[in-house]
Antibody, heavy 119, light 107 residues
Framework: QVQLVESGGGVVQPGRSLKLSCAAS????????MHWVRQAPGKGLEWVAG????????YYADSVKGRFTISRDNSKNTLYLQMNSLRAEDTAVCYC????????????WGQGTMVTVSS | EIVLTQSPGTLSLSPGERATLSCRAS???????LAWYQQKPGQPPRLLIY???SRASGIPDRFSGSGSGTDFTLTISRLEPEDFAVYFC????????FGQGTKLEIK
């Protein structure tokens, strides 16, 4: 069964850190480009970060550059997002998603994990 | 950054009617790298259309996409009750950006 399962969300104070994980199964994770996409409550979708097959290339939205780090462990079929210096505007449901190539639509999505930044 | 503007913001139609959703880009979308997604409350987005006009696996043929350059359209030929949802367009030719969404509601 093709599946992405996110974990690690929660409530965190402004300025603190949080690390999200996304476990993949049912498809070739190591041959997939992986992404994080977030959605603030009641709002639209925002692409956050992407990583190439082997982790050699990483790219970020301007809104998180320098604060967030995407990584992957192909031996564990797991994607990560390290989020530092969190702000209230980072509050969102965070989804991991897959594309077959960099220039490709996102064909597999996880159910999402909620990140709430609040004092 | 390519900005995608979707219209209308809300579309009120009845089951059996035809729905036409628009997505306009601030600059030409490379190689028609334009996708459409459907999202229902509490669920992740589901890929409907990629490459502007190709249906994703398992998507009914009542969904069709068209367009090129800066103007794209998603058409649902005959609305079924399960089609009422929010629809997003996305370009993936120059980084990745999403439109703000169109809510398709039952009239």
């Amino acid at each position: 069964q093709v599946q992405l399962v996110e974990s690690g969300g929660g409530v965190v104070q402004p300025g603190r850190s949080l690390k999200l994980s996304c476990a993949a199964s049912g498809f070739s994770f190591s041959n997939s480009v992986m992404h994080w996409v977030r959605q603030a409550p009641g709002k639209g979708l925002e692409w956050v970060a992407g990583i190439s097959y082997d982790g050699g290339y990483k790219y970020y939205a301007d809104s998180v550059k320098g604060r967030f780090t995407i990584s992957r462990d192909n031996s564990k079929n797991t994607l990560y997002l390290q989020m530092n210096s969190l702000r209230a505007e980072d509050t969102a449901v965070c989804y991991c998603a897959r594309s077959e190539r960099g220039a490709d639509a996102f064909d597999i999505w996880g159910q999402g994990t909620m990140v709430t930044v609040s004092s | 950054e390519i900005v995608l503007t979707q219209s209308p913001g809300t579309l009120s139609l009845s089951p059996g009617e035809r729905a036409t959703l628009s997505c306009r880009a601030s600059q030409s979308v490379t190689s028609s790298y334009l996708a459409w997604y459907q999202q229902k409350p509490g669920q992740p987005p589901r890929l409907l259309i990629y490459g502007a006009s190709s249906r994703a696996s398992g998507i009914p043929d009542r969904f069709s996409g068209s367009g090129s350059g800066t103007d794209f359209t998603l058409t649902i030929s005959r609305l079924e009750p399960e089609d009422f949802a929010v629809y997003f367009c996305q370009q993936y030719g120059s980084s990745y950006t999403f439109g703000q969404g169109t809510k398709l509601e039952i009239k």
